[in-house]
């Protein structure tokens, strides 16, 4: 039992590059999410998905995509790289979309340079 | 008055104190809360739930006034790997607003 896994772990982009988060729960939960986290600034949440087939914006949605792909996969797209996006990423899920326990993944490191 | 609020210290305490954490948050209509542990370069990992008045878990007690819209998380005989960012969660706009975190170290 994985939990949620995140890949990848690392990754360096220039500005205007794009790429994809991967987040996976083996939980069986019906709700994702997408935070990221800067220095001072906390865990704020860009997208969530509170069952498969749905998403919403969160609270800093500009320059980011996401797609729940199934019930176990939700990934983030950026588009075009940005050196403000250069953060730590956090992928979680729960099994409800309320106020329910959230669990999250390991995170991925991103530099956009 | 922000969702959630915490100070963000950081707290230096000598092993075997105690320490207490408060945080204040606006939707007063909340019925969870949470504490949630991150260590350094880590994911942030339940801690403990509140769900009513307060839940005690060990050496961690946590406390909720509605009145005062406040939840507190008391540690007691600190030990070293007490060290960590102490992050207050409650429900808000979106389904849970996640404090910045309140940083303690616990000093030999």
């Known amino acids: 039992n994985a939990g949620v896994t995140q890949t990848p772990k690392f990754q360096v982009l220039k500005t205007g590059q794009s790429m994809t988060l991967q987040c996976a729960q083996d939980?069986?939960?019906?709700?994702m999410y997408w935070y990221r986290q800067d220095p001072g600034m906390g865990l704020r949440l860009i997208y969530y998905s509170a069952s498969e087939g749905t998403t919403d914006k969160g609270e800093v949605p500009n320059g980011y995509n996401v797609s729940r792909l199934n019930k176990r996969e939700f990934s983030l797209r950026l588009e075009s790289a940005a050196p403000s996006q250069t953060s730590v990423y956090f992928c979680?899920?729960?099994?409800?979309?309320?106020?329910?326990?959230?669990?999250f993944g390991p995170g991925t490191r991103l530099t956009v340079l | 008055r922000k969702e959630v609020e915490q100070d963000p210290g950081p707290f230096n305490v000598p092993e075997g104190a105690t320490v207490a954490f408060n945080c204040t948050y606006s939707?007063?209509?909340?019925?969870?809360f949470f504490w949630y542990r991150q260590d350094c370069r880590k994911e942030p990992k339940l801690l403990m739930s509140?769900?009513?008045s307060g839940n005690e878990d060990g050496r961690f007690t946590a406390q909720l006034n509605r009145a005062s819209q406040y939840i507190s998380l008391l540690i007691r005989d600190s030990k070293l790997s007490d060290s960590a960012t102490y992050l207050c969660v409650v429900p808000g706009n979106t389904p849970l607003v996640f404090g910045k975190g309140t940083r303690l170290s616990v000093i030999a």
């Open positions: 979680a899920s729960s099994e409800g979309p309320g106020p329910d326990t959230q669990y």
């Open positions: 939980m069986n939960h019906n709700s």
């Open positions: 939707n007063s209509a909340s019925q969870s």
């Open positions: 509140v769900y009513s």
